[in-house]
């Protein structure tokens, strides 16, 4: 499958622009993040997790569904901070509905490979959409997280079982298949240890560049429980 989650990208040391940008807003200090929340039922498997992995999750549906000639529908809502977007939402292949402020009403319907690259084409926005299409459904809240705030369950991502192995795949990356195979119900700690940032020289004197551009240094702590017992307790450091 081509995508994995920004986790499993740090620790390959693959990153990119988007998993860096999901760090700019930290500073040093140790960060709880929303758990990862895994139920195994009789038929489907069900992910609940932060805004942060929304976006993984989205382009897991079309990883998924890649070899199925399928349409997804559905709508949501892009947010910017910065510039107007209708644009960028009418090249990716959204259609706008409405717009409030910084706020954006889209919906869509277009086979699952344009989905992928709309998705991409948006990565550097704050994405919140909603769809069910081929035995997967994704549900998010309806508006971002306010800076700072815990918000567990924010996005619910439900699969029929046949969809499971590559998804446990990518969110148990780190214990083995035996650990987790008959367990009903699974949780992802996740924790952002940052003591240092590197910031490129050329960006030294000016702060809101050294923001922007400035690489996190630090640990990233991953706890999981599969049924209530503890089975893996994991750092690794990290620069993004």
Do not use: W
């Not at 932060?50 to 569904?65: H, K, N, P, Q, R």
């Not at 409030?100 to 959409?129: C, D, T, W």
Request: charged share 30%; with cysteine.
């Amino acid at each position: 499958m081509e995508s994995t989650n920004y986790i499993q990208k740090i620790i390959d040391k693959k990153t990119d622009d988007a998993v860096h940008r999901k760090f700019i807003r930290f500073s040093i200090g140790e960060f709880p993040r929303e758990k990862i929340i895994i139920k195994q039922m009789a038929k489907k498997l069900q992910i609940q997790t932060g805004f942060e992995l929304a976006i993984d999750l989205y382009l897991l549906t079309a990883d998924l569904l890649v070899k199925e000639d399928v349409t997804i529908e559905g709508k949501g809502v892009v947010f910017s901070t910065t510039k107007g977007l209708e644009k960028d939402i009418e090249s990716a292949g959204f259609e706008l509905i409405d717009k409030k402020g910084k706020k954006y009403n889209i919906k869509f319907e277009m086979p699952v490979s344009k989905f992928r690259e709309a998705v991409v084409s948006l990565s550097q926005y704050f994405m919140l959409l909603n769809y069910s299409v081929a035995g997967i459904t994704m549900k998010v809240k309806g508006s971002l997280p306010k800076p700072g705030k815990i918000v567990e369950k924010f996005a619910t991502f439900k699969v029929d079982n046949k969809y499971a192995t590559p998804i446990l795949e990518n969110f148990l990356f780190d214990i083995d298949k035996s650990e987790y195979s008959k367990a009903k119900s699974i949780d992802v700690d996740i924790t952002f240890i940052i003591d240092g940032a590197e910031i490129p020289k050329e960006y030294q004197d000016d702060f809101a560049l050294a923001r922007l551009h400035a690489k996190k240094k630090g640990k990233i702590k991953r706890v999981i429980t599969v049924d209530a017992n503890v089975v893996k307790e994991h750092e690794f450091d990290f620069c993004v």
